[in-house]
């Protein structure tokens, strides 16, 4: 869980550029798909991850609609 932690602090984007807001959330899924591929199976953990990959790609998606002014 640490190494997510380490790996989603060093995504950023330009939330006014469409194809930077588009690379992190291919880099925000991918990474949690990779570090947490090994969970899925648990019946507990992998909802989690799922969850957490949900979170981190809407909270792109607020900062991105914060930031526009809507």
């Known amino acids: 869980m640490k190494q997510l932690d380490v790996e989603l602090e060093t995504i950023s984007f330009d939330p006014f550029i469409p194809s930077s807001v588009d690379a992190a959330i291919e880099r925000v899924a991918a990474v949690i798909n990779t570090l947490l591929v090994s969970f899925k ?13 949900s979170q981190y790609l809407d909270a792109i998606q607020h900062q991105v609609v914060a930031d526009q002014g809507g």
């Open 41 to 53: 199976a648990n019946p507990i953990l992998g909802p989690l991850a799922d969850q957490l990959k």
